[in-house]
């Protein structure tokens, strides 16, 4: 599984902010100079501007920086934007790199992780760039286009006009071709920056050795050897290209930006009973805190006080308010929207479930999923192939037709088609918007390889409590055995559950305390998937399965087995108590099931996916749970223990079948770690959380279809991505050698790929939104 790696314990992360990449090929460059450090593992993210690194403990950061240097960009660590507080230098922490006064992320303050951090500051240069080369470009284009536009010795103004747009519109491509230069690469700002100085000094050439080649005016294209405006255009076009990726780029990050923002600036705490504003920053474990109705929950915690409706869209997904009380969890970044609370914070900081979505969905974006190794690969060496194809291609064309003037512009129309910055954009631009999209939607994406996994699937195991049914079970009749009454055997039960964090045990000591206060328990013992045993008073109580009442020395007669076998059948749980070794009685208990799960799994069946109940409930009560949702009677695992869930997985796997598994609980994590794709409900556990490649922020059945399309959709907008941008490379190339494509053109639609790349992915953007 993705997720399923572990680090042995001489190893971290390290993540670096990294400045001056433009394509892949610079990604491709960063990744094999970290990656000849002995123990480095490095993934370099294009569109966020970043790298993933892990790293041995004998690797400082300082050694990372300066090999990142090395290759001639800049580097930085970045700053823990999850920390409530500025942290304490780490033994690593205090590493910075020594940006340069033209870097274009000089003196700029950190943005939030999943973000372009360098995205508005680099839009605005080059906005400045474009226009000043479009106020000389278009006058350039005119005169050496347009005959009737022209006058004796235009030449030389065509000289003047193009100057400024070589040199100072078009000095990004130069700077970052020299910087790789000096380190023996190339990227695709070598093919730009050699195209347009080509195109520059070859007319400039021209028009010294015949300072006459303008005298005459209303000269058509083919009659001057001038490439001035080829040189103007060109370098006005990648300009415009790459400003609006820019913004385009920065939209991409607009939705983990979002996510990152929900939380609360302030809390208003109980402190010696005085309230106080603090910022949320501020807030330690233990404080209480008063949320009023419209304001949000500053932080993680339990209710101490108070009944509410609460508002989790923003972090869930889900729309419809959740009731709670007190000693009832909520989730900071959530809103209080009628009753007064007070909360007690329980996690704080970097540790908080909104900090802990935007960590995952930051890594998630870092990530490389497969199908962008086949790029990198490319990528590493295209841009000197292309350096000997346009090289290949003004020699051929000399040797056959001795016309300089096609060879040149085949051979310039060669390098600028050729410049491979849609195909590093392909991937990791369609990545950033579907999990930031995901992560509004309160679906969180471990990472790329997901993508590939949801692809993969064909069966999807469903845990019964919880994700199918609501999981708030509640007594519903007690039959006491002769010699008990009712008041009697829930007493008891309740007492001896009163230490178990069972669900099943939660709804009968609630019932038993309806009835009476709870006596004390001890010498309690649990068997998981089994029952409890426990001392109550004098006598010893036990609770749980028929399985786990005969370890104890009890058995049922048939009398006791025939009201067992009714209650099954009307589709409750049933609970056996046993007490001083007699059989006491049964506790039977029923869950919901949710309104969305049939709806869900029927949608489940449209993708193509086979949904399969896992529970361990008897197989009635199972029966009656699948006849409602849809699925087959032959697709029902019942009476499975917590420790089998992971065989039922292994058994699905083993008969060929690619596994989903979706699950909430502590007991859930070892499936849905064993699984193809493990998929939590976030209303669950921590464990089973970690344990999952995908996670649902809430609680709706409808949402894991929701990300199992999602994930689709992203990994088909990359496919799309890569497509264009192989297939743009491919037929081009050959064009302009061919001499079929004008250099202007070719730079119009080496643009042009970009932005379509960019925009495409936007899309997803729009995912789940109705109408």
């Known amino acids: 599984m993705s997720n399923d790696i572990t680090f042995p314990v001489n190893q971290r992360i390290v993540e670096l902010d990294i400045q001056g990449m433009t394509c892949a090929s610079c990604v491709g460059r960063v990744e094999r100079k970290l990656g000849k450090i002995e123990g480095v593992e490095a993934l370099v993210n294009l569109p966020l ?97 347009v005959p009737a536009a022209q006058f004796p010795h235009w030449g030389w103004v065509a000289l003047a006009l193009a100057t400024p747009v070589v040199f100072w519109s078009a000095w990004p491509f130069h700077r970052a071709a020299a910087i790789n230069a000096r380190h023996f690469a190339s990227t695709m700002d070598t093919l730009v920056s050699i195209g347009v100085l080509a195109a520059y000094f070859f007319s400039l050439w021209q028009l010294i050795a015949d300072p006459n080649i303008t005298a005459h005016t209303g000269m058509s294209m083919s009659e001057h050897a001038l490439y001035f405006e080829t040189a103007g255009v060109v370098a006005t076009f990648l300009l415009l290209g790459r400003y609006l990726e820019a913004r385009a780029k920065a939209r991409a990050g607009d939705a983990l930006k979002t996510l990152l923002n929900l939380g609360a600036k302030e809390a208003t705490v109980l402190r010696d009973g005085v309230e106080t504003k603090i910022a949320a920053s501020e807030l330690v474990p233990g404080d209480e805190i008063v949320v009023r109705p419209g304001e949000k929950i500053a932080t993680d915690g339990f209710v101490v006080s ?166 708030n079970l509640s007594v519903t009749s007690a039959t006491p055995a002769a010699g008990f009454d009712k008041a009697e055997l829930l007493a008891l039960a309740g007492a001896a559950e009163s230490s178990s964090e069972h669900p099943i045990a939660h709804a009968i000591v609630a019932a038993a305390k309806a009835v009476a206060p ?27 399965r028929e399985s786990w009442l005969r370890e104890n020395g009890i058995e049922l007669s048939d009398e006791h087995r025939a009201s067992l076998a009714a209650a099954q059948q009307s589709g409750a749980t049933s609970i056996m108590v046993g007490v001083d070794g007699s059989f006491a009685g049964l506790v039977n208990l029923t869950d919901t099931v949710k309104e969305s799960s049939a709806a869900a799994i029927a949608k489940l069946k449209e993708l193509g996916l086979r949904p399969v109940l896992l ?155 109705r109408g």
């Open 306 to 471: 108070g009944h509410s409706a609460i508002d989790t869209a923003l972090v869930t997904g889900e729309s419809v308010p959740v009731e709670v009380g007190p000693d009832d969890t909520v989730t900071g970044a959530t809103i209080n929207t009628s009753g007064r609370l007070v909360v007690r914070a329980t996690r704080v900081g970097k540790d908080t479930t909104l900090a802990q979505m935007g960590r995952l969905v930051s890594e998630a974006q870092t990530g490389k999923a497969p199908i962008a190794r086949l790029a990198d690969r490319i990528s590493a060496v295209f841009v000197p192939i292309v350096l000997a194809i346009a090289a290949l291609t003004f020699v051929l064309w000399m040797v056959l037709t001795g016309d300089l003037d096609s060879a040149f512009a085949a051979a310039v129309a060669v390098l600028v088609i050729a410049c491979p910055c849609a195909l590093g954009l392909a991937t990791p631009i369609g990545l950033l918007v579907g999990t930031g999209r995901g992560a509004q939607l309160g679906i969180l994406i471990r990472g790329p390889q997901v993508l590939e996994d949801t692809r993969k699937i064909d069966t999807v195991l469903l845990d019964k409590t919880g994700t199918i049914t609501e999981g």
């Open 49 to 145: 501007e970043s790298a993933r690194i892990t790293v041995p403990d004998n690797v400082s950061d300082e050694q990372l920086i300066a090999t990142v240097q090395s290759a001639g960009y800049q580097a930085s660590l970045k700053v823990d934007q999850y920390a409530s507080a500025p942290a304490a230098p780490a033994s690593h922490a205090h590493a910075t790199a020594e940006p340069t006064s033209d870097s274009p992320a000089a003196n700029e303050p950190h943005q939030m992780p999943g973000m372009n951090h360098a995205a508005e500051p680099a839009s605005g240069d080059l906005k400045k760039r474009l226009v000043v080369g479009a106020i000389f470009t278009v006058p350039l284009f005119i005169i050496s286009m």
């Open 518 to 544: 709870l006596a004390e328990a001890t010498a309690f013992t649990s068997a998981p998937g089994g029952g409890v045993r426990a001392a109550v008073g004098t006598r010893m109580v036990v609770a749980g």
């Open 615 to 769: 529970t361990g409930d008897n197989a009635a009560v199972a029966g009656q749970v699948a006849a409602k949702v849809g699925i087959a009677p032959e697709d029902v695992f019942a009476d499975v223990f917590p420790d089998g869930k992971a065989k039922a997985v292994r058994d699905l796997q083993a008969r060929g079948q690619v596994v989903a598994m979706v699950g909430d609980g502590v007991n859930d994590a070892p499936a849905l770690a064993q699984a193809d794709l493990g998929i939590a409900m976030g209303s669950g556990t921590d464990v089973a959380i970690e344990a999952a490649d995908l996670t649902i922020m809430g609680n709706d059945l409808n949402q894991v279809t929701q990300s199992i399309e999602l994930s689709r959709k992203t990994l088909g907008t990359i496919k799309m991505n890569l497509f264009w941008a192989f297939a743009y490379n491919t037929a081009g190339i050959p064009i302009a050698a061919l001499g079929f494509l004008n250099p202007m053109i070719a730079g119009a639609a080496m643009a042009a790929s970009s932005v379509l790349v960019v925009a495409n992915s936007l899309r997803l953007r729009s995912f789940g939104k």
